[in-house]
């Protein structure tokens, strides 16, 4: 087996998030952007500016703020009684400099630097950090006031990404790539699962099942790999389930990626995991538009007899995969199959149905509120109950459907309003 280095999402363009005079919003959006990704288990360095009011003969008080500490550092320097006017102290920026020179190259998943603005754009402040980022390769993400838009275009040489100020914006500029990671920081945060280990995997011809005990999980088998020599059962025996789970991330191999997708649903399809029940392509039965289908699931035509239907082996009056991008754009409905996830399809996917109401449908979907930030409105997936049972269906060879009812389907919708 060729050795590949580890898989990584592709490079970020630096991220500028436009705003107009105030900035105060756009300060707490970046915030709270920084702070759900940290929450997640990313590594989030940089600082971000809050005005806290008047000090002395300041009209307000400026700061710089640690993201990863919460440590302020005062960037407002007074000139003196009488003075209606202060100016921004060097030794505030210096000491926020640090925060920014101790990320470099410390391995961080993002660099908020906020903001950009007239020390930047006229070559300091703090310019000479986020250039050293831009060049290490580290996604940096920053606001720009609408004066100095063109100041940070030719500071990027244009190799920029413009953002509305919305947390939406952040997310689609974050892009779904980062969800397999985002995925297996779930299992590395839980510290009851750093101790679970894997009883058994179960490969068949169609599915792949990861047992550690009380967690079981699912994930289809790819295609690619149905002539490829099978790994001994005791491969990942006796290994840490997170272990596994970190292959659906980092991986390259097909059948250890799925595998990888498989551990990550034994951790997040526990039975303690709640919802509504039903097939999920009954979600679009009431779209007025056009409805996309990756996947040809079992009764497609009885339940969306009007769906255009996507497959990697196309039945008559199917499309073949190579359609997926033309079909996705513009839809109202995608009911994307969970196999996409296993197969590394699901990024590309979720970027071309980007404005339609998508859905994850399939025993190998991760029901965790995670995937709704990366354009996923609906998560179908299921819960495994009868586990020799099902691990008896998949040796034989069957599909879904054979063992369906040995488990239960569970639904999660994004929550109103997020």
């Given at each position: 087996m ?10 970020l363009r ?8 105030g900035s ?8 709270r952007?920084?702070?759900?990704l ?8 940089g ?8 000090i ?8 710089l703020?640690?993201?990863a ?5 005062n960037?407002?320097q007074n000139l003196?009684s009488?003075?209606?006017?202060c100016k921004v102290?060097?030794?505030?920026v210096a000491e926020?400099s640090g ?7 410390g ?5 908020i630097?906020n903001k950009?603005?007239?020390?930047e754009a006229?070559?300091s ?6 250039l ?10 920053t606001?720009?006031g609408?004066?100095?838009?063109t100041?940070?275009?030719t ?5 920029t990404?413009l953002?509305c100020p919305d ?5 689609r ?6 969800l397999?990671?985002?995925?297996a920081?779930g299992?590395?945060?839980?510290p ?15 599915w792949?099942?990861?047992d550690a005990?009380d967690?079981?999980?699912l994930?289809?088998?790819p295609?690619?790999?149905?002539n ?23 991986g390259?191999d097909?059948l250890?990626v799925a ?5 990550l ?5 526990h039975?303690?995991v709640?919802g ?8 679009f ?14 009764g497609?035509?009885?339940r ?5 239907v996507v497959?990697?082996a ?6 073949p995969?190579?359609a ?6 513009g839809a ?5 199959t969970?196999?996409?996830?296993a ?9 071309a149905a ?6 994850l ?7 965790t509120?995670?995937?709704f ?6 998560l ?14 998949i040796?034989?060879g069957?599909?879904s459907?054979?063992f369906h009812?040995f488990g239960?389907?569970?639904?999660l919708?994004?929550?109103?309003g997020?």
């Amino acid at each position: 087996m060729e050795c590949f280095p580890p898989a990584s999402p592709p490079p970020l363009r630096p991220g500028a998030v436009l705003h107009g005079p105030g900035s105060q919003e756009v300060d707490r959006l970046l915030q709270r952007f920084a702070a759900t990704l940290i929450a997640r288990g990313f590594r989030v360095e940089g600082v971000i500016q809050r005005n806290t009011g008047a000090i002395d003969d300041c009209a307000e008080r400026m700061e710089l703020v640690d993201v990863a500490t919460g440590h302020a550092y005062n960037i407002t320097q007074n000139l003196g009684s009488g003075s209606q006017s202060c100016k921004v102290d060097p030794m505030g920026v210096a000491e926020a400099s640090g925060v920014l020179r101790r990320a470099l190259g410390g391995g961080a998943d993002l660099l908020i630097v906020n903001k950009f603005a007239g020390l930047e754009a006229g070559g300091s402040g703090l310019s000479a950090e986020m250039l050293a980022a831009m060049a290490d390769g580290m996604p940096v993400l920053t606001s720009v006031g609408s004066r100095f838009t063109t100041d940070w275009v030719t500071f990027t040489g244009g190799h920029t990404d413009l953002l509305c100020p919305d947390m939406a914006s952040l997310w689609r500029w974050w892009g779904p790539h980062r969800l397999y990671r985002d995925l297996a920081l779930g299992v590395e945060g839980d510290p009851e699962i750093r101790r679970a280990e894997i009883r058994r995997v179960v490969i068949g011809a169609q599915w792949i099942m990861v047992d550690a005990g009380d967690r079981i999980g699912l994930a289809s088998r790819p295609a690619v790999t149905l002539n490829d020599p099978l790994p001994p059962p005791e491969r990942w025996v006796g290994r840490g389930l997170m272990e596994l789970a970190e292959q659906a991330a980092s991986g390259w191999d097909p059948l250890t990626v799925a595998s990888g997708v498989a551990a990550l649903n034994a951790f997040y399809n526990h039975s303690g995991v709640t919802g509504s029940g039903g097939n999920g392509l009954d979600l679009f039965r009431d779209a007025t538009g056009r409805v996309v289908v990756i996947g040809s699931f079992p009764g497609i035509r009885k339940r969306l007899p009007h769906a255009q239907v996507v497959d990697f082996a196309p039945k008559p009056g199917e499309y073949p995969a190579t359609a997926g991008d033309w079909l996705l754009a513009g839809a109202e409905g995608a009911a994307i199959t969970a196999s996409a996830l296993a197969n590394r399809t699901l990024p590309g996917l979720l970027s071309a149905a980007r404005g339609a109401r998508v859905a994850l449908i399939g025993p190998g979907t991760p029901l965790t509120p995670r995937l709704f930030d990366y354009g996923i409105d609906s998560l179908c997936g299921f819960v495994a109950q009868d586990v020799d049972r099902i691990a008896e269906m998949i040796l034989a060879g069957g599909s879904s459907k054979d063992f369906h009812r040995f488990g239960r389907f569970v639904t999660l919708e994004r929550p109103a309003g997020e």
